[in-house]
C-alpha cells in the first residue's frame, strides 16, 4: 500500500503544481487514500521530494531523485545561478548563495551523487554541508567549484 501511495505522490506532484502538504493530503485523499497530514510528511521525507519555485512566484513540490538527467541539468543550472561562494571549516563546507536561494541549492547539492556528502542545512543565503572528512570536504568543494565554472 505505502509504494502505491508514494507512486501516487509522485505522479500527483509531476500532474499539479502541490505548494502544501495539506494540498497533497486532499489530493491523495481524494484519489482513494485515507492519509492525514502527518502521513504526508513522512511520505515527503521518504520520497525525498522538496520544493522549487514554480516560475509564478508559488512554490511545488518535485522529487529530487538525481536520477533524471533533465533534473541533474536543473540541479545544475540552479547551483551555478545562484551560488556565491564556498568555504570549508573542517569537515563542513559553507555555501553562500543569492538571497532567498539556499535552499534550492541545498536541494540541488543533495540530488548529487556525491558519496562524501552526508547532508545540507539551509537558511535564507547559507548553506551548511556536512562532509565525512576533511579530505572530502576539500574534495567536494572542488566539485561544486569545477561545477559552477563550467
Same mark, same amino acid.
Given at each position: 500500500?505505502?509504494?502505491?501511495?508514494?507512486?501516487?505522490?509522485? $505522479?500527483?506532484?509531476?500532474?499539479?503544481?502541490?505548494?502544501?502538504? $495539506?494540498?497533497?493530503?486532499?489530493?491523495?485523499?481524494?484519489?482513494?487514500?485515507?492519509?492525514?497530514?502527518?502521513?504526508?510528511?513522512?511520505?515527503?521525507?521518504?520520497?525525498?521530494?522538496?520544493? !522549487?519555485?514554480?516560475?509564478?512566484?508559488?512554490?511545488?513540490?518535485? =522529487?529530487?531523485?538525481? *536520477?533524471?538527467?533533465?533534473?541533474?541539468? *536543473?540541479?545544475?543550472?540552479?547551483?551555478?545561478?545562484?551560488? !556565491?561562494?564556498?568555504?570549508?571549516?573542517?569537515?563542513?563546507?559553507?555555501?553562500?548563495?543569492?538571497?532567498?536561494?539556499?535552499? =534550492?541549492?541545498?536541494?540541488?547539492?543533495?540530488?548529487?551523487?556525491?558519496?562524501?556528502?552526508?547532508?545540507?542545512?539551509?537558511?535564507?543565503?547559507?548553506?551548511?554541508?556536512?562532509?565525512?572528512?576533511?579530505?572530502?570536504?576539500?574534495?567536494?568543494?572542488?566539485?561544486?567549484?569545477?561545477? !559552477? *565554472?563550467?
Amino acid at each position: 500500500m505505502k509504494a502505491e501511495r508514494h507512486a501516487k505522490v509522485i $505522479e500527483l506532484i509531476r500532474k499539479y503544481n502541490i505548494e502544501t502538504q $495539506e494540498e497533497l493530503a486532499d489530493r491523495l485523499n481524494s484519489e482513494g487514500y485515507n492519509v492525514t497530514q502527518a502521513t504526508v510528511s513522512r511520505d515527503i521525507r521518504e520520497l525525498k521530494l522538496t520544493k !522549487v519555485s514554480d516560475g509564478t512566484g508559488r512554490q511545488k513540490y518535485v =522529487a529530487l531523485d538525481g *536520477k533524471d538527467s533533465s533534473m541533474s541539468d *536543473k540541479f545544475i543550472r540552479i547551483l551555478k545561478e545562484a551560488y !556565491v561562494s564556498v568555504d570549508m571549516a573542517q569537515n563542513i563546507l559553507v555555501v553562500k548563495t543569492v538571497s532567498g536561494m539556499a535552499m =534550492a541549492v541545498a536541494a540541488a547539492i543533495d540530488a548529487m551523487p556525491w558519496p562524501e556528502l552526508v547532508g545540507c542545512i539551509a537558511g535564507d543565503d547559507t548553506i551548511m554541508c556536512a562532509v565525512r572528512t576533511v579530505e572530502d570536504t576539500r574534495n567536494l568543494m572542488d566539485k561544486i567549484h569545477k561545477l !559552477v *565554472k563550467s
